[in-house]
């Protein structure tokens, strides 16, 4: 059987009969049927590795297929075929993944041939996808000697000021650098960590030592640069934490006022008055605090009101698509908007294109992160990248 097998499930012959043609030129196997009926039985014989499906077709819908796969935790990448509003498809799309469905696209009708052939390409590539990344099993032993062994790394994102160009900090992100996998992302193995305790304070502690140890906070360059730590929601319950940050700035002869710790919305609502606790006494040790993530939780205002944050992020999910949805350019609005009445600073992440740049730049966002701007990188590429960016910037606005 050839490695490459497109399954097309649409009752509408004449779109098999375009993503057919398209995929026969590429040289991928194709199967149309127009019967949902059919789909189960056709789907396990063929076995597809990738599957058009219309979202509307007589007696069977497009959800009631969605749930049959997910049930037999199919890994397959799906992309959704309509002419529906879009809105609708997204939503499909969004409960597909809450399934744990790999969601690989959505393709509007009328279709283009164009966009059939560049998703193929894109789902045939080489490259492992994230969701193979995913699947790296790690046992909690494992993640523990590996931070003992200083196995993790830390790759640095660079935050510009949106109105004037110059770069204001850095996020910082961990990596694994595992002796069999590679390079490992943080999905793979925070969620093991946040489980434990004893794991999530260590690797948290060895993040914020491998900055002084690549010099991030020392250097020329980077002297006057923000650092923003990640911060699980489970370290919110340890009263040693303000002390324990702060110490270890004062070791290094490093102002705390340099460091932001970002906090997910859903972390910061676990235990309310001990969240506040710790919180209250990480701003009054001058450590910065972000909500990260926002919109993406429920409590928002709430969160936002009482509890001394100083900087809200502006989920990537609405700032990655704010070009082509109507509804996500207006949560990073609003969100704009409601940092500022409240006296905070916004940071718009996932910036993509330098359309979306421009666009946060003329809605009043303060601060932008994303892979139009950079891609997080080692600390030496990091600085490197700096050089070369405030060389160009002088220039610009000289
Ligand atoms: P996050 O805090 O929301 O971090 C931003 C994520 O978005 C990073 O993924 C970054 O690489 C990615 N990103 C940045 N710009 C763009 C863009 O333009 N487009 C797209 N598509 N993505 C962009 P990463 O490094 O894989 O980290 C994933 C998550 O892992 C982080 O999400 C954070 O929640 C967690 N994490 C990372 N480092 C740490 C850490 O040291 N401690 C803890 N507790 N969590 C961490
Ligand atoms: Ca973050
Ligand atoms: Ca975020």
Known sequence: MPENRVLIIDDDARICRI???VAGDLGIECLAIDNPELFEATNHDFKPNVIFMDLQMPKVDGVELLRKLAEQHSSTAIILVSGMDRSVIETTEELGKSFG???????????????????????????????ERKDTQITKEE????????????????QVNLKSGKVVGFEALVRWQHPDHGLLFPDVFIPLAEQHEDLIGPLTFSVLDRIFEDEMLQG??????????????????????PDRVANLFNDHSVGTERLMLEVTESGAMQDPSLTMDILTRLRLKNIKLSLDDFGTGFSSMVQLYRLPFTEIKVDKSFVMV??????????ARITIELGH??????????IED?????????????IGQGYHISRPVAAEHFITWLQDYNKKNRSKTS
């Open 19 to 21: 993503i057919k043609r």
């Open 101 to 131: 469905l790999n969601m690989a696209g959505i393709l509007k009708k009328p279709v283009d041939v164009d966009e059939i052939s560049s998703m193929l390409l894109m789902q045939f590539e080489a490259v492992p996808s994230p969701r």
């Open 143 to 158: 993640l523990a000697q590996a931070i003992e062994r200083k196995e993790l790394l830390v790759h640095y994102q660079p």
């Open 220 to 241: 020329e360059l980077t002297s006057d640069l923000a650092v923003s730590v990640n911060l699980s929601a489970t370290m919110l319950s340890d009263l040693s934490l």
């Open 322 to 331: 704010a070009m082509h949805n109507k509804e996500a350019a207006a949560i």
């Open 341 to 350: 009445s409240l006296g905070l600073e916004v940071v718009a992440e996932g």
């Open 354 to 366: 330098q359309e979306t740049q421009q666009w946060l730049k003329g809605i009043g966002c303060d």
